[in-house]
Nanobody, 131 residues
Framework: QAPLMEDGGGSVQAGGSLVLSCATS????????LAWFRQRPGKAREGVAR????????FYAGSVQGRFTISQGNNKNTLYLQMTNLQPDDTAMYYC????????????????????????WGQGTLVTVSS
């Protein structure tokens, strides 16, 4: 499978906005759920926002609900994360991920979130928010 590749990270001041993008052309079919995760300094990687394959449904972590929006391009070749009202606590490495629902993690780096085993990752893009 082609790798996932994120873009769009950077440094902003508190209250600012950024849009992250991820090339997902190899994961367009209904097999894969897609998500954004982040790993804050000293903390475990956590799910931020996700889409469900074959559905318009989305899901957000409570900490970003109302501030972040996940979406896909019309041809589903790109996954976006629009982030507004960024705060210093949002400083993290952000990862794009693909996974399959209702299966177990079975090797490699894998995180289960809301019923999906995410085991394909991009290299990450750094978001830094200053106060």
């Amino acid at each position: 499978q082609a790798p996932l590749m994120e873009d769009g990270g950077g440094s902003v001041q508190a209250g600012g906005s950024l849009v992250l993008s991820c090339a997902t052309s190899a994961y367009r079919d209904s097999t894969y759920d897609l998500a954004w995760f982040r790993q804050r300094p000293g903390k475990a990687r956590e799910g931020v926002a996700r889409v469900y394959s074959g559905s318009p449904r989305t899901f957000y972590a409570g900490s970003v609900q109302g501030r972040f929006t996940i979406s896909q391009g019309n041809n589903k070749n790109t996954l976006y994360l629009q982030m507004t009202n960024l705060q210093p606590d949002d400083t993290a490495m952000y990862y794009c991920a693909a996974g399959i629902r209702n299966v177990d993690c079975n090797g490699g780096y894998c995180r289960r979130w809301a019923g999906t085993a995410f085991n394909t990752w991009g290299q990450g893009t750094l978001v830094t928010v200053s106060s």
